[in-house]
């Protein structure tokens, strides 16, 4: 996946969304949801369904090559070579905020999660927002791991099992730990790639 395909997206740009607001009506909640993406209460509850039911067969699905299409119809942008293990959930609300560039990996049970949307009374002590998050080219995270809201893995850097990674991660690293910080460097190696051709 080149680069020029991934400009789009600025791990730095996070974008407000509203406080989310509990509501006992199930259609309240529908018309307030559909009316915050600007889209018709029937076109939204269509893609959010649409969305559920490949992020299930995602989740469950034995063959590597059936999640990458079904995560790809879904809208997250998928390069060549990647693996997805299974039992990882990539946003199930906005999984067009997410980017795996060539030969990355999620080893399972990973969570890419790109909104925190907290309830409103949090108003002033957390933000509500949005932001992308994206695995550079060669980049791997490990069994368990998360990725928060603007999150970037750099080329070939890895994040252990287990970690907690947010903000951006420079290539050529292991990152470890909640939160997930340096503990190995790797020199970089310009002919890394070459044994995919």
Known sequence: MDKDKTSFIDTNQYKSIPFYLPSDS?????????????TNPFIFL????RNWFLQCLAYHCPLNSLRIRFHRWR????????MLGMHCILDNAHPEYIVLEDYTALAG????????????????????????VIIRKG??????????P????GECSIVSAGSTASGKIPPNVVVCGNPATIIKEFTP?????????
């Open 26 to 38: 199930t259609t309240k909640q529908w018309s307030k949801a559909s009316a915050k993406r600007q």
């Open 46 to 49: 269509f893609k959010r369904l």
């Open 75 to 82: 809208g997250v942008s998928i390069g060549k070579g990647v």
């Open 109 to 132: 049970n990973n969570y890419i999660i790109t909104h925190s949307n907290p309830y409103l009374h949090f108003k002033g002590r957390l933000l509500s927002y949005l932001a992308p």
């Open 139 to 148: 980049g791997w995270v490990g069994v368990s791991a998360t990725l928060l």
């Open 150 to 153: 603007g999150c970037e893995v």
């Open 189 to 197: 190696n310009a002919d890394i790639f070459s044994c995919y051709e």
